[in-house]
Nanobody, 123 residues
Framework: QVQLVESGGGLVQAGGSLRLSCAAS????????MGWFRRAPGKEREIVAAINWSSGRTLYSDSVKGRFTISRDNAENTVYLQMNSLKPEDTAIYYC????????????????WGRGTQVTVSS
């Protein structure tokens, strides 16, 4: 498994931006897909975005498409989530996760998880 540590959460007004970071250690990520998930109060955890580490192929949930961008830095072993045009409904705990299959499209394939970082968007 990979050790993951998220950072960058905080409080922002609607329409603002935040960038989340996830530092990975413990294993090479060349075969992995890395994903960002979120859990809003009273809701199920949902995938937000994922990226194949090797190819850079990305996928996004419909709710964030066009507003959020996932990227990775190979040298820093870090994955980012740039969040623009934030809405109150984006308020959630955001988790970074690793999928050793490389696909990134099935939540049950992610076997490494960070502790999460809180994002709060005020109206």
């Amino acid at each position: 498994q990979v050790q993951l540590v998220e950072s960058g959460g905080g409080l922002v007004q609607a329409g603002g931006s935040l960038r989340l970071s996830c530092a990975a250690s413990g294993r090479t990520l060349s075969t992995y897909a890395m994903g960002w998930f979120r859990r809003a109060p009273g809701k199920e955890r949902e995938i937000v975005a994922a990226i194949n580490w090797s190819s850079g192929r990305t996928l996004y949930s419909d709710s964030v498409k066009g507003r959020f961008t996932i990227s990775r830095d190979n040298a820093e072993n870090t994955v980012y989530l740039q969040m623009n045009s934030l809405k109150p409904e984006d308020t959630a705990i955001y988790y970074c996760a690793g999928d050793p299959t490389g696909w990134g499209n099935r939540e049950d394939a992610f076997d490494s998880w960070g502790r999460g970082t809180q994002v709060t968007v005020s109206s």
